[in-house]
């Protein structure tokens, strides 16, 4: 899952966005192996592609961003989902 599309830090915003529809699956994977205690410099290369060793401050950075995304999605942003569901 490294096609290396991704920002260094996700958007920072009330609402859903481009990018976190286009990113929704590694969000969702980040999130789980967080949640299974899972080492972030393994998390941060194989879903970024980023090597913590050579770039720590940078794969650090971004494993934290997107993490903090990932779970303000599964506490709140969800609910755009269900909204947009219901419009449909």
């Given at each position: 899952m490294t096609d290396n599309a991704f920002l260094d830090a996700p958007p920072d915003c009330p609402e859903l966005t481009p990018y976190?529809?286009?990113?929704?699956?590694?969000?969702?994977r980040l999130h789980d192996s967080a949640a299974d205690g899972a080492?972030?410099?393994?998390?941060v290369s194989i879903l970024f592609g980023l090597d913590a060793d050579s770039e720590p401050e940078?794969?650090?950075h971004v494993y934290d961003t997107h993490l903090a995304r990932a779970r303000w999605l599964t506490e709140q942003g969800y609910r755009h989902l269900v909204r947009e569901g219901y419009r449909k």
């Open positions: 976190d529809r286009k990113n929704m699956k590694r969000y969702f080492c972030w410099r393994e998390a940078r794969a650090r």
